[in-house]
């Protein structure tokens, strides 16, 4: 489905009924990633996946992108859905945009789950990092991405293992526009830092990772979880960055566990 939204097509999936849970996707993927959590989920809630601006099937505007703008594009989304509140769930880029989403819109969120990311700004040498893969996917194409982060997405062995899901990873990563792609990384560089908002969540918050995460470790999710007043810390066993993916089963069980401590008004 689509939707117009800011002036753009924002392509989203809505499925089954309840409490709403709404998925953002990590850089540079789209909402398909998103699919095992989907299809378990939506037996017992709302389940909305949407495709940012830039990504799958929404439109990728040759642009400057900015997290900000990602959340003003969900709430125009949830406006069009008629949806008030909602539960939403973040992995990697999806969980810096949940800081921005919450500190624009706080009165839309009934729970927040934050996946494998971090509260912190990029340092100096990671912006650096993010300007010169810029410039290779503007050159190359998105192949630069999976050459480049491929590796580094899942735990070494599932890399090894799982030759399916490693291809998956890559169909998902090669399909995503270059504008998307460039747009996304300046997003990233040029967020704040985080660390000082955690005080101010209040809502109900999960925080989950990959016990193998070389993106956003352990300890830097932790250090989100330890910020927000009553928070819970999962560690994913044996899985990398994309949790959700590597151990569907558990990151599921996680998720639904938090999920129905989540009352809706």
């Known amino acids: 489905m689509k939707a117009r939204i800011n002036g753009i097509d924002l392509a989203y999936s809505d499925d089954g009924r309840g409490l709403p849970v709404v998925f953002l996707h990590a850089f540079p993927f789209n909402r398909s990633m998103w699919e095992p959590q989907r299809q378990a989920l939506s037996k017992h809630y709302r389940v909305i996946a949407v495709d940012l601006r830039g990504h799958g099937e929404s439109d990728a505007p040759l642009w400057r992108y900015t997290l900000d703008q990602f ?12 949806i ?47 300007f010169a893969l810029a410039q290779r996917v503007y050159k190359e194409g998105a192949k630069a991405v999976v050459a480049d982060m491929g590796p ?38 040029e967020r704040p830092d985080s660390s000082q908002d955690l005080s101010d969540i209040d809502c109900p918050t999960l925080v ?17 979880a330890e910020g927000i007043k ?36």
Request: hydrophobic fraction near 45%; glycine fraction near 8%.
């Open 71 to 82: 959340a003003d594009d969900v709430a125009g989304l949830l406006d069009h859905l008629k």
């Open 84 to 130: 008030t509140g909602a539960v939403f769930v973040g992995l990697s880029m999806g969980g810096y945009l949940l800081f921005a989403f919450h500190r624009k819109y706080p009165e839309r969120i009934k729970g927040l789950v934050f996946c494998d990311t971090r509260a912190e700004a990029d340092t100096p040498e990671v912006v650096a990092w993010r």
């Open 152 to 189: 580094k997405l899942l735990s070494a062995s599932a890399y090894q293992a799982k030759p399916d899901l490693v291809q998956r990873i890559a169909t998902i990563s090669l399909s995503t526009q270059i504008s998307g792609i460039v747009g996304d990384l300046m997003a990233i560089a």
């Open 208 to 224: 989950l990772v990959g016990d193998g995460d070389v993106l956003t470790s352990p300890d830097e999710n932790r250090r989100i």
């Open 230 to 265: 009553g928070a819970r810390f999962e560690i994913i066993p044996s899985a990398g960055h994309l949790s959700n993916l590597e151990q569907p089963e558990a990151f599921n069980t996680a998720l639904v566990s938090f999920l129905e401590t989540v009352t809706i008004e």
